[in-house]
């Protein structure tokens, strides 16, 4: 009994730093995005879709699942994740969008608001009913929303197309219901000739960066597949050997690491109005996270695997 309960001592541990990894990994994507300030968000995406797949070729080929993953290639999973892929590439295109445009603390908010536009789009299209204390948090997050407008003078649209794009994306994932690294598969081939013909246009009209911003920006969006790889792989190790509600505390590193960088390392902009919107969206959340915690206690759920990337 000594010997098992060491054992899954070892294999939480290893859980919660792999889910660590990850969700750091994710936050600290403004300082790699920054990076490459000089090159268009389109063109961005499009070379994060094409060496993403080529390392999740890779890692399918070492880790010899590639029989798996070009059976996982039904016309159902094709056309739920390639509509997966569209919502994505939204994200993606609007993630490196705020963070070249010195807009990190509003792509936060998004990530933050991400799990109550969750369940509210579970409620409205799954149907699933929400507790008291849920629709709390529900609530609070929309009146900081209302604050955020109000105080600003426009709709927060970068957070709220994060959260929406990056909600409907982790629906249709559980559609999907595939290992996340043969849904990433999938998706970015789904995407990849919309990529070459992205960056074929750009080297007909000469402004493709890659070809003339010098190694460091080759070498740069080179590394797009693993920078995108990496916390993808830990984050799958972390979802099979820890419960849902501590995955589900440790995914709001990733918006705090970004809150933070957007503030004190990019410098905007906090004005009384926005730390108050802020605050609500972070009581929202504390209620959100309590609740779960409580319920997942009371009536364990199957651990379902769930995906945060920028």
Do not use: C
């Not at 999938?186 to 911003?213: C, K, M, Q, R, Y």
């Amino acid at each position: 009994m000594g010997s098992v309960a060491v054992r899954e001592r070892s294999v939480h541990s290893t859980g919660v730093l792999l889910g660590v990894v990850g969700y750091l990994f994710w936050g600290m994507f403004p300082l790699y995005f920054a990076l490459l300030d000089s090159v268009s968000p389109i063109e961005i995406v499009a070379h994060r879709v094409i060496w993403s797949l080529i390392v999740v070729v890779l890692v399918l080929i070492v880790g010899k699942q590639w029989r798996a993953f070009t059976g996982a290639f039904s016309l159902r999973n094709v056309a739920i994740l390639g509509s997966a892929a569209i919502f994505l590439s939204i994200n993606w295109l609007v993630y490196v969008y705020a963070v070249t445009t010195d807009q990190v603390v509003q792509a936060s908010l998004g990530y933050f608001v991400n799990p109550l536009i969750s369940v509210a789009m579970g409620v409205i299209i799954l149907k699933e009913s929400l507790r008291k204390t849920q629709w709390t948090a529900v609530a609070i997050a929309i009146v900081a929303v209302l604050v955020l407008t109000i105080t600003s003078g426009s709709v927060p649209w970068i957070a709220l197309t994060l959260g929406l794009s990056f909600a409907t994306y982790g629906l249709l994932k559980k559609f999907a219901n595939l290992p996340s690294l043969h849904g990433l598969g999938i998706e970015t081939a789904v995407l990849f000739p919309i990529a070459l013909v992205i960056l074929g246009v750009a080297i007909a009209n000469g402004s493709e960066s890659f070809v003339l911003d010098g190694p460091k920006i080759s070498f740069l969006l080179i590394m797009l597949g693993p920078v995108t790889a990496i916390p993808l792989l830990a984050f799958g190790g972390a979802s099979t050997r820890i419960p849902l509600s501590t995955l589900g505390v440790l995914q709001y590193i990733t918006p705090i690491g970004q809150f933070l960088l957007g503030v004190f390392v990019f410098q905007e902009a906090m004005n009384t109005g926005r730390w108050i919107g802020f605050a609500l969206v972070w009581i929202s959340l504390v209620v959100f996270s309590v609740d779960m915690y409580r319920h997942t206690r009371t009536r364990p759920r199957q651990l379902e695997e769930t995906l945060l990337e920028p």
